[in-house]
């Protein structure tokens, strides 16, 4: 469980490092899907803090992060039905060519944070994180395009 927990923070860590970069210069339906993506690392970033030991265990803090999470990731669908694009877009034809997997991607990252909302320690933040790290890592294999 520690190196799985481990290699789902290296891969989140990676991820976001390049997303700021990223986001100067888009526009519209891009940008609003940037930020919202950016807004919820910034979320995974402080669960994972908590989960590999670097910040205290924080109940409500986790629960509300967690929250958080798993409310944006409800909104994910709706912030792609809108087929703009960029060069600067992250966001791979598949999504749209597969809606279905998607969306259920979408969803199974709003369980995952949903249930790690209920961690009730560090040992369960780090089990029910995993499933967060998961799901990121497998809806961006499939659905997100690697600009770095």
């Not at 629960?63 to 912030?79: D, F, S, T, Y």
């Not at 809108?82 to 597969?98: G, H, N």
Request: glycine share 6%; charged share 25%; net charge negative.
């Amino acid at each position: 469980m520690a190196a799985r927990l481990r290699n789902t923070l290296a891969a989140l860590a990676v991820l976001a490092a390049g997303a700021a970069a990223a986001h100067q210069g888009a526009t519209g339906d891009v940008k609003i899907r940037m930020d919202a993506m950016e807004a919820m690392a910034a979320e995974v970033k402080r669960l994972a803090a908590m989960a590999r030991g670097s910040a205290p265990f924080d109940p409500a803090a986790a629960a509300a992060a967690a929250r958080a999470l798993a409310k944006a990731a409800g909104r994910i669908p709706a912030q792609f039905e809108s087929r703009e694009m960029s060069d600067l877009s992250e966001a791979a034809p598949a999504i749209w060519t597969d809606w279905a997997g998607f969306v259920a991607e979408a969803r199974a990252l709003e369980d995952a944070a949903r249930a790690t909302a209920a961690a009730d320690g560090p040992d369960a933040l780090g089990a029910a994180f995993g499933r967060i790290g998961d799901t990121c890592k497998s809806c961006h294999a499939d659905y997100r395009i690697d600009r770095d």
